[in-house]
């Protein structure tokens, strides 16, 4: 678990935390769960600073919330969904 959390953004491991990983439809691939519905920004946020500063060398990220906002606005699971609804 590292390369999302050594971006110099943290709007990728947001996504991934809060989304999770699914393959494309019909593919094989990793699957993650996503936390969205489980877990409160805040506690997205603190997360967020608790992986970056366990499993990277890197500064804390500057912005989290900020870019929850972005990835919030921006929440890609609405387009996974309808993917799968319009799968065969
Ligand atoms: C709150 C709990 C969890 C957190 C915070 C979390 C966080 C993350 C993050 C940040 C990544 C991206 C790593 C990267 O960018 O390289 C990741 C990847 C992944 N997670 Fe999770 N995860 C959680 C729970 C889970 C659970 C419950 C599963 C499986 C049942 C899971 C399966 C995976 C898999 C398969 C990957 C992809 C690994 C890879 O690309 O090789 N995660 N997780």
């Not at 920004?41 to 603190?46: G, I, K, P, S, Y």
């Not at 997360?47 to 989290?64: E, K, N």
């Amino acid at each position: 678990m590292s390369s999302s959390l050594g971006n110099p953004r943290p709007d990728n491991a947001l996504r991934i935390v809060r989304e999770g990983i699914h393959p494309v439809a019909g593919g094989a691939g990793a699957v993650m769960p996503g936390f969205a519905d489980a877990l409160t920004d805040a506690q997205v946020v603190a997360l967020m600073s608790y992986l970056r500063s366990t499993f990277t060398d890197h500064a804390p990220w500057p912005g989290v919330e900020e870019a929850l906002r972005r990835v919030k606005k921006d929440d890609s699971r609405q387009r996974n969904a309808q993917r799968a609804r319009v799968s065969p």
